[in-house]
């Protein structure tokens, strides 16, 4: 007889229960040392982690450790200060997160439509996207799924999905990285504009030759890296740069924003980033013929097989919250 069985004080039968039950038993151990690995690597943090999965900072210690023993790799580089991922971390980090979404699928696959949501979600999406549109209709959301939690992220950074752990991004822009799957929602326009005060102080622009005598502000993430100037496509589709006086750079759109309120130059932005001073006359378009063309926008999410069902839903509100800035190709 296999010794793969166990048998039980009352039976000669191998009892294929007991050893399906610590199956299940390890299998679920070693999920649960793939959570704490993922919160972990998220956190850049034990003590983070164990604050955050209410567990002491040892045992998240010794399940890290027992993880790295069973698949014989180091997963994280410690330090006095912070954690970070090793190579062979990354990769693994990358396979729990695809894996622990497929089980989260697998748990919610028969739940009813309208079930409240649980979890959570971490999305990112330009500042004025989540202050202007997302934020003041977020609580109709969260009320409906009292369960979920969402962790929103405003910056100019882009972020790194797979590393950082998102769920979900807003991008503006054309995209570079083939690996993730986007959601095309539409085509953002953009505006040329400038305050009352700088025209006042420096005269109008009406016409492409004026911005010679003009000044441009600024905009650049990685300060020291200037942009070209003022951007356009010609007649013919073709695109012409040209260069304009500059005495500021700032590296994000507040501050860019900010600047053009204050009268120190010309900006290039969305459209929808300027509404509401464009409506109170605090700026003012100019050079309509000369606006850059609509930049793409999309909702970019992990290359997966299946979506957990809370970023399905959230993907497809957060499309409904877009449409009233963008235009349709």
């Not at 069985?5 to 040392?33: F, G, H």
């Not at 959570?35 to 982690?49: G, I, M, R, Y």
């Not at 409240?116 to 999406?125: E, F, I, N, T």
């Amino acid at each position: 007889m296999s010794n793969q069985y166990i048998y039980t004080a009352n039976s000669d039968k191998p009892c294929k229960i007991e050893l399906t039950v610590r199956k299940l038993q390890t299998i679920m151990n070693e999920l649960n040392a793939m959570k704490t690995f993922v919160q972990v690597a998220e956190l850049k943090s034990f003590s983070a982690a164990a604050l955050a999965l209410s567990m002491p900072k040892s045992s998240v210690s010794q399940l890290i450790k027992q993880l790295e023993d069973t698949l014989g790799a180091r997963l994280l580089n410690r330090t006095t200060r912070r954690v970070t991922l090793t190579n062979e971390g990354t990769v693994f980090y990358q396979r729990c997160k695809d894996m622990l979404a497929d089980i989260d699928e697998l748990q919610t696959l028969f739940h009813k439509k309208d079930e409240a949501l649980s979890g959570r979600l971490r999305v990112d999406m330009p500042q004025p996207i989540s202050r202007r549109l997302v934020l003041p209709n977020l609580d109709s959301f969260l009320s409906a799924h009292p369960q979920l939690e969402i962790e929103l992220s405003s910056s100019d950074r882009r972020v790194n999905l797979i590393e950082e752990g998102f769920d979900c991004v807003v991008r503006v822009g054309h995209l570079e990285d083939s690996s993730l799957i986007a959601k095309r929602i539409g085509h953002c326009p953009m505006i040329n504009c400038v305050s009352p005060g700088y025209i006042k102080n420096y005269g109008n622009i009406t016409k492409l030759s004026d911005l010679a005598e003009h000044y441009i502000v600024r905009y650049s993430q990685t300060l020291g890296q200037l942009d070209p100037g003022f951007e356009y496509q010609d007649t013919q589709g073709d695109w012409q740069t040209l260069t304009m006086k500059s005495q500021l750079t700032v590296n994000n759109t507040d501050a860019y924003k900010a600047a053009c309120l204050a009268g120190l130059g010309l900006i290039q932005v969305p459209r929808h980033g300027v509404l509401d001073e464009l409506s109170r006359g605090e700026l003012i378009q100019v050079l309509p013929d000369y606006n850059l063309p609509p930049m793409p926008m999309n909702i970019v999410y992990p290359n997966r097989r299946h979506l957990p069902r809370r970023t399905r839903v959230f993907i497809d509100w957060l499309s409904e919250q877009l449409k009233p800035i963008i235009k349709q190709k």
